[in-house]
């Protein structure tokens, strides 16, 4: 079994200590190391003024270019956009956020750099990962919830991947968003009864996931390439990165129609903090 290390990503929220503990149990009963990464900034002194509106709306319109421009090159669907729906669009944003009141614009705010905080934890646990020898790297957030038999799951998965040879090799453990919503037909290889094989990097959210070093490697280096990535959503980041991927034929995504794992905030088991 090539070397794994485990990365626990949380904020130390006293409400999930017990799903962290889980966590712990089962990485212990694996013999792997785990390593928390939970310190970030305080959001309590977040204020609402005119900058920080015009910073609302320069992330919304950076995320919403970004998108129309992958849509453009053809990388997941085709341009269904005219130009003046995109322009109406935009205009419809921007008005939106110049015209929501201080409350509106510091919950908007905060999300926002929620979003960002969550993202530097888990680009933080690839550069601390890059530091140490192994080969494969286990990421957890805290709404990852531990089945009965996740443990035996994981131990048999990684030894399967002993005969998977792939350059990028991604693994969504948790489940999230349909595999049909961000996934394009022509990318599946495979869709067997339990699992699906998918070409090129597609992950449905970030709650918990597997990369081997080369993915890893290649992710890091693209999202220190450019101020933008930090942007993103982590798991819209890694869709986003998956364009930078050379050569899609070498990259494989394997994802489960049950899980290992359960994305606890997906079944409405743990309050996500979105909601709050």
């Not at 999930?16 to 785990?34: A, G, H, P, W």
């Not at 309590?44 to 849509?71: C, D, M, P, Y």
């Not at 979003?115 to 192994?134: D, G």
């Not at 094989?197 to 080369?214: K, Q």
Request: proline share 1%.
């Amino acid at each position: 079994m090539k070397n794994t290390i485990f990365y626990l990503i949380h904020n130390n929220s006293i409400n999930r200590i017990y799903i962290r503990e889980k966590i712990k149990l089962l990485v212990e009963s694996l013999n792997f190391d785990l390593v928390e990464i939970f310190k970030q900034e305080s959001l309590s002194n977040l204020k609402t003024n005119i900058k920080n509106k015009f910073l609302i709306i320069k992330i919304q319109l950076l995320r919403l270019f970004h998108i129309n421009s992958k849509i453009k090159n053809g990388k997941y669907i085709k341009l269904s956009d005219s130009y003046l729906h995109f322009f109406l669009k935009i205009s419809k944003l921007v008005l939106k956020i110049i015209f929501q009141n201080k409350q509106q614009d510091l919950i908007c705010l905060k999300h926002l750099k929620i979003e960002q905080l969550v993202t530097r934890k888990h680009i933080k646990a690839w550069e601390e990962f890059l530091k140490t020898e192994n080969y494969f790297m286990v990421v957890f957030e805290d709404d990852a919830l531990v089945k009965d038999n996740s443990a035996k799951r994981l131990k048999d998965l990684l030894k399967r991947l002993e005969n998977i040879d792939f350059e990028f090799l991604f693994i969504d453990l948790a489940g999230g968003f349909n595999y049909k919503e961000v996934v394009p037909k022509d990318n599946i290889l495979k869709n067997n009864k339990s699992d699906i094989y998918i070409e090129g990097l597609f992950t449905n959210t970030a709650c918990c996931y597997l990369m081997n070093r080369c993915l890893v490697e290649k992710l890091y280096n693209e999202f220190c390439a450019s101020d933008i990535y930090l942007n993103f959503p982590i798991d819209n980041l890694m869709n986003n990165l998956n364009t930078k991927l050379k050569n899609p034929k070498q990259t494989l995504s394997f994802h489960f129609h049950n899980p290992i794992f359960t994305h606890g905030s997906f079944e409405g088991e743990v309050k996500s903090w979105q909601y709050k």
